[in-house]
């Protein structure tokens, strides 16, 4: 993996989630309006509103960065994972739920694409093979990528 990741919400570390970061300081706090754009998504993709994430992992992308595949599996909740694009677009491989082999299909990501990954989908592998560099909207004033996943924790706060 080389991307640079900020969280909200909950800090995760490779591979537990904690209320303080590497450094022990406290996590940033995960913004409601993000909860809200979550919820829409969910009801736009499953039909429902009952959605509430307290995990946002916003991550940067330079020209040559990549995420190789893994699974989204440290959450102790199986609620969707939505994922936002802004910027350079990616590659983006979504697999299957065994392995990190076929069958996988590649789709390009644009700025403002929201994808949404639940149910029998939930634990699919999935990483980002590649950054399209300069794919950007120059009116963003963003070079590079950013990519905000929310997620349900299913954990709870001392
Ligand atoms: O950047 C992306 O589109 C994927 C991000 C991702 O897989 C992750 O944060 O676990």
């Not at 490779?14 to 300081?25: I, L, W």
């Not at 909740?77 to 990190?100: I, K, M």
Request: aromatic share 10%.
């Amino acid at each position: 993996m080389s991307v640079r990741t900020v969280c909200l919400g909950w800090h995760w570390h490779p591979y537990r989630y904690s209320k303080v970061t590497a450094d022990g300081s406290p996590v940033l706090p995960f913004p409601s309006w993000l909860g809200d754009l979550g919820r829409r998504a969910v009801s736009t993709a499953y039909g429902s509103s009952e959605y509430e994430p307290d995990i946002a992992l916003v991550n940067f992308y330079d020209s040559a960065a990549k995420m190789g595949l893994h699974q989204d599996k440290d959450e102790a909740s199986l609620e969707p994972v939505v994922s936002l694009s802004l910027g350079d677009a990616c590659v983006f491989r979504f697999g299957n739920t065994v392995d990190r082999g076929r069958p996988y299909t590649d789709v390009d990501l644009r700025s403002g694409d929201l994808f949404v990954f639940g149910g029998e989908s939930r634990l699919a592998f999935h990483g980002v093979p590649r950054i399209l560099p300069g794919t950007a909207d120059p009116e963003l004033g963003l070079v590079g990528r950013l990519n905000i996943t929310l997620r349900v924790s299913g954990l709870e706060s001392d």
